[in-house]
């Protein structure tokens, strides 16, 4: 049995606290403690224990920024004690916010004038900056139904089965139906023809997506457009379309410029996208831009004025972080549109490295698109010995997160793993993962069993007897031995 040691007086004068009994101790874990600790042990003591998480900058699931300039880390940890809600009393945080909306609403095409001010919003991250797109729909969409009398108790949208899950929150929280156009094995997104299919009157709007997290492959949002509008005129609706470019909102304009996803299709009236994916800021934000002022309807703005003026607010929270806000007005001035196309422009030549890298060990086929978010989405051709959660688990031992999963409904017997190239994931370590891929290969194939390997082999080689035609039966075979011994013995005798 260990007894604890009685704290002496010298561990008040103790510097490292590894000498001190704090490092004996094991930290609270339900209950706070009845003692403060000193400030060196706090930290040292929570600072050890995070060393057992990931390397961000290897979590290749993720498409989250993990690393950002100096001068930008400054900037948040000198803005990091400001409350963003407190906008009378942060004035310039406000302005810094509302100039960033206006940079990336003339960026996706706003129809609006030179000095003329964007309708828009930072949000946490762009699972809020869904739910308050899909909540104006809502609201519109009802508003509309009871100025005519009819009912307005049964909104629903319609999305692909490739959806983040932040849509299927939506629906539940807020009881709106969502119908769900499924994927198809080799077309893994929402088919557009289908989605205009499910639309009826009720249908609030149809919600296509710019980077798909599965394999980051663009939906055809001009299509959609037009085949909405012809169902519009046919039916009198005006079923319009919301577009979640959470990956693909800072990609298209600096890659794709001649794409057509944005405000310049008359249908989309709201789009959503994620500061902190290729937006190039830490996780916690988001942005929302509406079209016009008639898409975000005046009732669901909030006026309040007990924090020193009358302030407007759209959000599903109060108080925020004002760091983020700032470290993306610092990277849009920062980088410009320059430095955002060649930031984005490397990102896709190291994911094109990667995918012909994979092409070339001839065990996997390439589920992602040239165009599109620069993701690499593969699975294996031969799944008979070991699967893509496998290999997934067995790059976690050299330090890589890639994750494996099911694609979505249409096509779930498809296991997929999955390459976000960040704008931190350089050449060298797109090298690196692929000369760590075939090492795991490699480890994985020396425990197929021999006689597995051997039974392998004359399957293929029935089979290419089979394409060539020339495959004798069970039976022919028998014959034909039986008549080249009968030939050897008739040849022994003669002789």
């Avoid at 004035?91 to 960033?100: A, F, Q, S, Y």
């Amino acid at each position: 049995m260990v007894f604890p040691k009685p704290p002496s007086e010298s561990d008040l004068f103790l510097h490292s606290n590894f000498a001190s009994r704090y490092a004996r101790d094991s930290l609270p874990r339900f209950s706070m403690p009845e003692n403060s600790m000193p400030k060196e042990s706090a930290y040292q003591n929570i600072h050890d224990e995070l060393q057992l998480d990931a390397n961000p900058k290897l979590n290749l699931a993720s498409f989250v920024t993990t690393s950002m300039e100096e001068e930008c880390n400054k900037l948040i940890m000198e803005s990091i004690n400001k409350n963003y809600v407190d906008m009378d009393e942060y004035p310039v945080t406000t302005d810094l916010h509302n100039r960033c909306v206006n940079m990336i609403a003339r960026l996706f095409n706003a129809e609006i004038g030179e000095n003329e001010t964007a309708i828009g919003a930072g949000t946490v991250g762009s699972s809020e900056a869904i739910m308050l797109a899909g909540l104006a729909f809502k609201k519109k969409w009802q508003n509309k139904r009871k100025a005519e009398g009819k009912p307005y108790d049964k909104p629903n949208m319609v999305t692909g089965a490739n959806v983040q899950v932040c849509w299927e929150k939506f629906a539940r929280y807020f009881e709106v139906e969502l119908r769900e156009v499924k994927v198809r094995e080799g077309y893994y997104v929402m088919d557009p023809v289908k989605a205009v299919e499910m639309v009826d009157e009720n249908t609030i709007c149809v919600a296509a997506i710019l980077g798909s997290t599965y394999n980051g492959e663009f939906e055809d949002v001009k299509l959609l457009n037009d085949l909405l509008l012809e169902k519009n005129k046919q039916t009198g609706w005006d079923t319009p379309i919301h577009v979640d470019a959470a990956s693909g909102g800072f990609i298209a304009p600096f890659l794709y410029p001649e794409l057509e996803w944005d405000f310049r299709l008359p249908l989309v009236k709201s789009i959503n996208v994620s500061g902190h994916k290729y937006g190039l800021v830490y996780a916690g934000i988001g942005w929302v831009i509406w079209r016009s002022k008639e898409d975000l309807p005046e009732d669901l703005v909030f006026h309040i004025n007990y924090l020193g003026a009358d302030q407007p607010t759209f959000t599903l929270n109060f108080s925020k972080g004002s760091s983020q806000i700032i470290a993306q007005y610092y990277q849009l001035i920062r980088l410009g549109q320059e430095g955002y196309r060649s930031i984005m422009e490397n990102c896709r030549e190291n994911a094109m490295v990667l995918k012909e890298h994979l092409e070339e060990t001839g065990c996997f086929n390439i589920l992602s698109k040239d165009n599109g978010v620069p993701v690499v989405a593969f699975s294996l051709k031969d799944r008979s010995h070991y699967d893509e959660f496998k290999i997934s688990e067995m790059l976690r031992r050299h330090g890589w997160i890639v994750p494996a999963y099911p694609m979505p409904p249409g096509a779930q017997h498809i296991n997929v793993l999955r390459v976000v190239i960040r704008a931190e994931f350089s050449r060298t370590l797109a090298e690196r993962l692929v000369l760590d891929i075939n090492n795991v290969l490699h480890e994985l194939e020396k425990h197929v069993p021999k006689h597995t390997a051997k039974v392998n082999s004359n399957i293929k080689e029935e089979k290419d007897l089979v394409e060539s035609g020339i495959k004798k039966t069970a039976l022919e075979a028998q014959k034909e031995i039986i008549a080249q011994e009968s030939n050897k013995r008739q040849k022994i005798m003669a002789a």
